[in-house]
């Protein structure tokens, strides 16, 4: 069986890095590809490389939970409460419902997420409003600005991976 062509994609907003890089890993006899932006590549890789564009989003996608994570356990001990901290304590207190176990269809998988996202966007909303209503800006603006904006977006990105999975299935 033959060995795929190994490609290298190079993303910077730099174009002078873009450039130098793409120059570098070139003279290996690597074939490189350059991106602007991610958002670039991910129009690319999503239509090119599935696989590569599912990890890419999933990677970005937890990146992007978990800076919401830190700074909302960060308010919470701003205000004096304490943050559930260690894995098996969350998912003891979380009302989000488990994965299923082993594998399942990429089509499953993101429907569950955009789930999960209306029921995250449900109650940061209905929290940003009490927030709002007893005087703490700082909270409804971390959950106005950071955590709602932010799966908004996420609910963009993982409907346009949706429809291109339905699509191709």
Same mark, same amino acid.
């Given at each position: 069986? +033959?060995?795929?062509?190994?490609?290298?994609?190079? &993303?910077?907003?730099?174009?002078?890095?873009?450039?130098?890089?793409?120059? %570098?890993?070139?003279? =290996?006899?690597?074939?490189?590809?350059?991106?602007?932006?991610?958002?670039?590549?991910? @129009?690319?890789?999503?239509?090119?490389? +599935?696989?590569?564009? %599912?990890? %890419?989003?999933?990677?970005?996608? #937890?990146?992007?939970?978990?800076?919401? &994570?830190?700074?909302?356990?960060?308010? /919470?001990?701003?205000?004096?409460? /304490?943050?559930?901290?260690?894995?098996?304590?969350?998912?003891? =207190? @979380?009302?989000? =419902?488990? +994965? +299923?176990?082993?594998?399942?269809?990429?089509?499953?998988?993101? @429907?569950?997420?955009?789930? &999960?996202?209306?029921? &995250?966007?449900?109650?940061?909303?209905?929290?940003?409003?009490?927030?709002?209503?007893?005087?703490?800006?700082? @909270?409804?603006?971390?959950?106005?600005?950071?955590?709602?904006?932010?799966?908004?977006?996420?609910?963009?990105?993982?409907?346009?991976?949706?429809?291109?999975?339905?699509? #191709?299935?």
């Amino acid at each position: 069986m +033959p060995q795929a062509e190994a490609i290298v994609f190079v &993303v910077d907003d730099d174009p002078s890095m873009r450039e130098a890089l793409g120059s %570098l890993i070139r003279s =290996t006899g690597v074939k490189v590809e350059t991106f602007a932006s991610a958002q670039e590549f991910l @129009t690319r890789a999503r239509a090119d490389l +599935p696989f590569y564009s %599912l990890h %890419l989003l999933f990677d970005k996608h #937890h990146g992007e939970q978990a800076e919401l &994570v830190d700074a909302l356990a960060e308010r /919470v001990q701003m205000l004096g409460g /304490v943050s559930v901290a260690m894995s098996h304590d969350v998912a003891e =207190t @979380t009302r989000i =419902t488990r +994965p +299923p176990r082993g594998r399942e269809r990429v089509t499953d998988q993101l @429907t569950r997420l955009l789930q &999960v996202h209306e029921f &995250v966007l449900a109650e940061a909303r209905g929290m940003a409003r009490e927030a709002a209503e007893a005087g703490d800006d700082g @909270t409804n603006d971390l959950l106005v600005s950071e955590l709602i904006r932010t799966n908004e977006m996420q609910v963009w990105f993982v409907a346009e991976h949706l429809a291109d999975a339905e699509e #191709h299935s």
